[in-house]
């Protein structure tokens, strides 16, 4: 003797409400699941931005020598890139005529320098 469901339940939604429902309740349950797993989170730190403290602009670079031609600041920058030193150039403002700065990060720093006064020994 088997029982179906609307003779288990008195009062039983008609079937339509019943699908209605439970489609709304896995749409609701989804955005949630989402909005926690990709959702903005007002908790994490926002990515650095401009420090308007900083005059040159260089954020985590650190100045390690400048020269007056773009020539030599390619030689160093070459020096660097052999030693396993990541580095960039920073040219002068189009306004001011200026040196060309040679930058690293400041774990590098040390290195870099030491990297460059090898070089002016030999």
Known sequence: MFVTWPTMCPMSAPVGVVELLGTL???????LILRWTYGNSRSQPAP????????????????VSRVP????????????????IRATIRKPGKD??????????SADLVDARTVLSRGALE
Do not use: C, K
């Not at 309740?25 to 955005?31: E, F, S």
């Not at 650095?48 to 100045?63: M, S, V």
């Open 69 to 84: 031609t773009e020539a030599a600041a390619q030689i160093l920058r070459s020096r660097l890139r052999d030693a396993g």
């Open 25 to 31: 309740l896995a749409i609701g349950l989804l955005v």
């Open 96 to 105: 001011s005529i200026g040196d060309y700065r040679l930058l690293v990060f």
């Open 48 to 63: 650095p931005g401009h420090d308007p403290d900083d005059t040159t602009g260089d954020g985590l670079l650190q100045e």
